[in-house]
RNA sequence: GCCGCCGUGGCUUAGCCUGGCAGAGCGACUGAUUCGUAAUCAGUAGGUCGUGGGUUCAAUUCCCACCGGCGGCUCCA
């Protein structure tokens, strides 16, 4: 059975000529009109003789689904046999279609067009991407139900032909690729949330995800009305961090031999190189008129480099070649169901590094060289192996001519990893690796990525001059080291988050802790040495001098998730040490309490925090001047 | 963009179904208290009930539109 569903403001017909498979009508249904109607056309194929009763309960299924999403009342069955080039025998079908218009009528207001007559009929389709969309209904046992349901919005046939080419595998460590049905997820939860979401595309949510209460508690970061939707205000803390994380990534990229750069936020639309680009992509981009040009906000830094990259002069021997820029912002206009906290934004700081390589062999070296550091830069910033799982995605050539090399990227995780491989390439890519932060609700989210470009050093025109004098287009890797600087926050929050659920204690990364120490000072007389110690610890220390009960302030540095928090009473001052709590070794009820003088502390920050960036602490140092911005 | 839920002092919210003076906790401010490890006590101020229309003698409450948030769908270079 073919359908096609079109959402209509009105559907209307009248019957014109009999034809000689015409069922038996009376006059009232010679026309016909519904307002605010679902039109579903039918055609019933020779498929379904084999079980009629069971087409008809399929395709009840869809159309009622189908009415309930679009919330639609009124319901017109219209056969139409152009759907199908092999139709049932009319008998089958008249059969199909009173059966429908029968089960149909208890739960909606229906009516259903003749069978077997030229008619004339007009109807207008509301046009939202929901309101057209055609279904193909088998009886056949071999196709599963979900397999036969399979959604297609007429207008992206196309597209979603492309994405059916898919094949998903999980590789296993030791080089085993088996197909989801083979593998077993017991005891890869994260996998398997993972694969959920990314194949089946799964949910079960239906609530704000914890960081965005998170973000704003600890006055991170906070929506700003005043903007547009996604684009985020960031409060003293938020920037710090953000900035900590920045001036990291910029590091690591250094170390491997990155060249910063900055390029323009935007650029002409009609500019010869960016227009081939852009045709091919939907607007996704925020527009500006300025001065008679179109000009778009960039989504990513390629546009700034690739550009640049075109000018420059370049030997084969400066290969490898990188170029970083982190981007602030880059833009895009997700829809704006889309938009969600941190998670997903309009504006966002990404770091993005691209390498130009000499051939293939010189692409993969760095590429798994970037997969190394990526791991890397997430652990350092607090996010493990435990909390992503790996997606690896190339094309079937590449696949058949590297095997070893895959098998490898699944080994150094040594943990199984998702799989996708297209038939041909539709990217730019032919293999690339992004790994995906799962969060509380189970929704998944790319972090770092590698992607090995090979069509665009083609569209620049970016060359090298090759020992023999002669001028080639390199391949072009690009990667961003964390992902979006945000995202890694959001991550953060959302580990953080899952932690308390399970009886855990909450923490930032010490070297991303707004405050470090918070000092504690008992009564007024603690004051003065108070200051003092904020000196000699040389770290991001603050003095919660407000007039509050010492209960009162632990409890408020404990909900700042703070590292170290040092009391400072008559029996420290008498002793010449401090009481300091230590979160990472604490548990909730059970505080670890340590006896140590000022520079052990000291000393035990500075491990901590050891070759990472540091900045001074982002608010003033007395709790009592300082103010709320949540 | 479509569908659904939500929007009440800075924050969290009660009241809305069944129209009739808008209530609380936290925070802020003032005062008392100078304190030993997850919320000290008392008092004061603070509200265009998201915005705009409509219905009504009367709208925070009912209806419509818009804006914003969240979720789902779609999308995600």
Same mark, same amino acid.
């Given at each position: 059975?073919?359908?096609?569903?079109?959402?209509?403001?009105?559907?209307?017909?009248?019957?014109?000529?009999?034809?000689?498979?015409?069922?038996?009508?009376?006059?009232?249904?010679?026309?016909?009109?519904?307002?605010?109607?679902?039109?579903?056309?039918?055609?019933?194929?020779?498929?379904?003789?084999?079980?009629?009763?069971?087409?008809?309960?399929?395709?009840?299924?869809?159309?009622? @689904?189908?009415?309930?999403?679009?919330?639609?009342?009124?319901?017109?069955?219209?056969?139409?046999?152009?759907?199908?080039?092999?139709?049932?025998?009319?008998?089958?079908?008249?059969?199909?279609?009173?059966?429908?218009?029968?089960?149909?009528?208890?739960?909606?207001?229906?009516?259903?067009?003749?069978?077997?007559?030229?008619?004339?009929?007009?109807?207008?389709?509301?046009?939202?991407?929901?309101?057209?969309?055609?279904?193909?209904?088998?009886?056949?046992?071999?196709?599963?139900?979900?397999? #036969?349901?399979?959604?297609?919005?007429?207008?992206?046939?196309?597209?979603?032909?492309?994405?059916?080419?898919?094949?998903?595998?999980?590789?296993?460590?030791?080089?085993?690729?088996?197909?989801?049905?083979?593998?077993?997820?017991?005891?890869?939860?994260?996998?398997?949330?993972?694969?959920?979401?990314?194949?089946?595309?799964?949910?079960?949510?239906?609530?704000?995800?914890?960081?965005?209460?998170?973000?704003?508690?600890?006055?991170?970061?906070?929506?700003?009305?005043?903007?547009?939707?996604? @684009?985020?205000?960031?409060?003293?803390?938020?920037?710090?961090?953000?900035?900590?994380?920045?001036?990291?990534?910029?590091?690591?990229?250094?170390?491997?031999?990155?060249?910063?750069?900055?390029?323009?936020?935007?650029?002409?639309?009609?500019?010869?190189?960016?227009?081939?680009?852009?045709?091919?992509?939907?607007?996704?981009?925020?527009?500006?008129?300025?001065?008679?040009?179109?000009?778009?906000?960039?989504?990513?830094?390629?546009?700034?480099?690739?550009?640049? @990259?075109?000018?420059?002069?370049?030997?084969?021997?400066?290969?490898?070649?990188?170029?970083?820029?982190?981007?602030?912002?880059?833009?895009?206009?997700?829809?704006?169901?889309?938009?969600?906290?941190?998670?997903?934004?309009?504006?966002?700081?990404?770091?993005?590094?691209?390498?130009?390589?000499?051939?293939?062999?010189?692409?993969?070296?760095?590429?798994?060289?970037?997969?190394?550091?990526?791991?890397?830069?997430?652990?350092?910033?607090?996010?493990?192996?435990?909390?992503?799982?790996?997606?690896?995605?190339?094309?079937?050539?590449?696949?058949? #001519?590297?095997?070893?090399?895959?098998?490898?990227?699944?080994?150094?995780?040594?943990?199984?990893?998702?799989?996708?491989?297209?038939?041909?390439?539709?990217?730019?890519?032919?293999?690339?690796?992004?790994?995906?932060?799962?969060?509380?609700?189970?929704?998944?989210?790319?972090?770092?990525?590698?992607?090995?470009?090979?069509? @665009?050093?083609?569209?620049?025109?970016?060359?090298?001059?090759?020992?023999?004098?002669?001028?080639?287009?390199?391949?072009?890797?690009?990667?961003?080291?964390?992902?979006?600087?945000?995202?890694?926050?959001?991550?953060?929050?959302?580990?953080?988050?899952?932690?308390?659920?399970?009886?855990?204690?909450?923490?930032?990364?010490?070297?991303?802790?707004?405050?470090?120490?918070?000092?504690?000072?008992?009564?007024?007389?603690?004051?003065?040495?108070?200051?003092?110690?904020?000196?000699?610890?040389?770290?991001?220390?603050?003095?919660?001098?407000?007039?509050?009960?010492?209960?009162?302030?632990?409890?408020?540095?404990?909900?700042?998730?703070?590292?170290?928090?040092?009391?400072?009473?008559?029996?420290?001052?008498?002793?010449?040490?401090?009481?300091?709590?230590?979160?990472?070794?604490?548990?909730?009820?059970?505080?670890?309490?340590?006896?140590?003088?000022?520079?052990?502390?000291?000393?035990?920050?500075?491990?901590?925090?050891?070759?990472?960036?540091?900045?001074?602490?982002?608010?003033?140092?007395?709790?009592?001047?300082?103010?709320?911005?949540?």
């Amino acid at each position: 059975m073919q359908i096609l569903l079109i959402h209509s403001d009105y559907i209307a017909y009248e019957v014109k000529k009999e034809t000689p498979v015409a069922e038996k009508i009376d006059e009232q249904m010679r026309f016909g009109r519904l307002d605010e109607a679902l039109t579903v056309f039918i055609a019933v194929e020779k498929s379904d003789e084999s079980d009629p009763e069971k087409a008809v309960a399929s395709t009840l299924d869809e159309i009622k @689904n189908v009415a309930s999403q679009l919330k639609a009342q009124n319901i017109m069955l219209y056969p139409y046999a152009h759907l199908s080039s092999s139709l049932s025998s009319p008998k089958v079908a008249i059969a199909v279609l009173k059966n429908l218009e029968t089960a149909l009528k208890d739960e909606f207001t229906v009516k259903r067009a003749p069978f077997g007559f030229y008619k004339a009929f007009e109807i207008k389709c509301k046009g939202h991407p929901l309101s057209e969309l055609s279904r193909t209904i088998t009886v056949d046992e071999t196709i599963t139900p979900k397999a #036969a349901a399979k959604e297609e919005i007429v207008s992206e046939a196309i597209k979603a032909e492309e994405k059916a080419k898919s094949y998903w595998y999980v590789l296993k460590p030791d080089g085993q690729m088996q197909t989801f049905e083979d593998f077993n997820f017991t005891g890869y939860d994260n996998l398997k949330k993972f694969k959920n979401y990314e194949v089946s595309k799964s949910r079960e949510v239906d609530r704000t995800p914890p960081h965005v209460e998170l973000m704003r508690r600890l006055e991170i970061a906070d929506y700003e009305p005043g903007s547009d939707s996604g @684009n985020m205000r960031f409060y003293p803390k938020g920037r710090m961090i953000k900035s900590l994380l920045e001036t990291y990534v910029l590091e690591r990229s250094a170390e491997v031999g990155a060249m910063e750069v900055e390029t323009p936020i935007m650029y002409d639309m009609n500019h010869v190189t960016l227009k081939k680009y852009l045709d091919r992509f939907p607007a996704r981009q925020y527009s500006i008129e300025a001065d008679k040009k179109s000009l778009f906000l960039r989504f990513a830094a390629c546009f700034g480099q690739f550009l640049m @990259n075109h000018d420059m002069t370049i030997s084969y021997r400066d290969l490898p070649l990188k170029m970083i820029e982190l981007t602030r912002y880059s833009f895009r206009k997700e829809q704006r169901g889309e938009v969600v906290g941190l998670r997903r934004l309009r504006a966002f700081t990404m770091p993005d590094m691209h390498t130009l390589a000499l051939d293939m062999e010189q692409a993969m070296l760095e590429f798994k060289q970037q997969y190394d550091m990526c791991i890397s830069v997430l652990k350092d910033m607090g996010i493990g192996l435990e909390d992503y799982e790996v997606a690896i995605r190339f094309t079937r050539d590449f696949y058949e #001519a590297n095997k070893a090399f895959i098998i490898e990227l699944a080994r150094i995780v040594d943990k199984p990893v998702i799989i996708e491989m297209w038939d041909q390439r539709f990217f730019y890519f032919v293999l690339k690796f992004e790994f995906n932060y799962i969060d509380a609700l189970d929704k998944a989210s790319a972090l770092s990525t590698v992607q090995i470009d090979v069509e @665009n050093a083609e569209r620049y025109d970016i060359n090298y001059i090759n020992e023999h004098g002669n001028a080639k287009h390199p391949l072009i890797l690009h990667c961003s080291p964390s992902g979006a600087i945000e995202r890694i926050i959001y991550g953060l929050l959302e580990k953080n988050y899952m932690i308390t659920r399970s009886g855990g204690v909450p923490m930032l990364p010490v070297w991303l802790s707004p405050t470090q120490v918070r000092v504690i000072p008992i009564a007024e007389r603690h004051r003065e040495t108070a200051g003092e110690i904020v000196h000699m610890l040389g770290c991001r220390v603050d003095i919660d001098d407000r007039d509050e009960t010492v209960g009162k302030r632990i409890r408020d540095a404990g909900r700042e998730w703070i590292p170290y928090v040092a009391v400072l009473g008559d029996e420290e001052l008498a002793k010449g040490e401090l009481t300091v709590t230590i979160r990472s070794q604490s548990e909730p009820k059970k505080p670890k309490k340590v006896k140590m003088k000022a520079w052990d502390l000291s000393a035990r920050i500075q491990t901590d925090i050891a070759g990472l960036p540091y900045k001074s602490i982002p608010l003033p140092v007395y709790l009592s001047t300082r103010p709320k911005f949540v």
